[in-house]
């Protein structure tokens, strides 16, 4: 009885151990945002200022973290996974209901809900996107495919994309992918009057992948450009 | 006739000192592109690194420039008005020759070879889209939003966009102006293999701008969107 009782305790003692060592990680990600929302990007982050902003002595940092890239990836997944699985839901339940219209209002509300309670860590995104890290860029870069190769998989759910091409399809989710990101900027800018702001760029994220999306199931029968001269 | 020879003497010693000064403000913006060239964006500038490559004393950045901002925005400038020039002068004679076609495809090499003879300041604008610096983020979107307006402009030149409302022609020129500018950062990547790289971007461009056109073309009459589940 002993024994194990001493072995429940080691695993709680372990638990406890894990727990803490979870909310410092915490702790020195959201301390990243805090000290890089004061102004200056990711590459003038240093460990003295990030680990007094976080609590904890400056060797704890490497308890978690290789070096500040690794810790940026880590910032560039916390970002996107959350929102690409609330995309991806939002679309497969509209699928089930047979809704085209209803993915795409849903799925843009969610994304312009989801900046505006998520500011510090897609400002974060927007800027190292095309920071002086490399790995950070890279990063993003590839984060960014994988939006729309998830979307890509999500429109053949929807006639007449069921017939496209991988590489057609690409071009197409892509196109969407960065005439949303586009938006991201100016839903960032501190506003005085952001309801009011997010209703119209909503609506016109709305007007522009509609727009898309006539055009893509139109564009492979279609060889030259339909417009010409007056 | 002294009096003239000295009139004479005195403006050609003007224009001289006036050809100087130009001298010095160009070899100041180009200097700000070589320092941050080398990392660190236009917040991590400073007045003595970047005097001291230009070859001036620190002083004399005051004689161009009231502050660091006022030379950002010189940079935002003279990065923009070029590319602006061509892409109009493209357009117009596209729509002369009555071809959409032309027009498209002209733009979108001309766009391609300016961003590789011009790295380092197409480099500095889309950092600064979403810098630290509220001012050179705002010059830098109104100069996308100039970009766009002028495209809906010459839009109008080819059937259907002469009957477009001015709001509809925004959303439209906007999306494409977004969908070009998504490429830039791919297009800055330094890469062994530019040449081949570029003829993919290229036609990926091609390809998604024709989307929008076509899309653009359908859009207003469409309330819903025409996709349908499967």
Redesign the interface.
Known sequence: VAAVSDSVHKRSQMAVREEKKQKTRSALLDAALAVMSR???F??LGLRELTREAGVVPTAFYRHFKDMDELGLALVEEGCTTLRQILRDVRIEA?GA????LA?ERSVASFVSYVDAHGAIL?FF??E????SLTL?SAI?SEQRGFARELANDLR??????DFSDEDLE??S??IV??V??HL??L??PADEAPARDVVITS?IE??I??????????RR?T???????
């Open positions: 102004g200056g990007g590459g003038a699928a047979g809704s085209g219209d795409l400002e927007v800027r996107r095309s920071g002086p860029r870069t759910l929807f006639s007449p994309f069921g071009i197409v892509e196109l960065n005439a990101v586009a900027i100016e960032l800018l016109r007007a522009q509609r727009i898309i999306l006539l055009g893509a199931a139109r564009w279609a030259t450009m339909p417009v010409k001269s007056t």
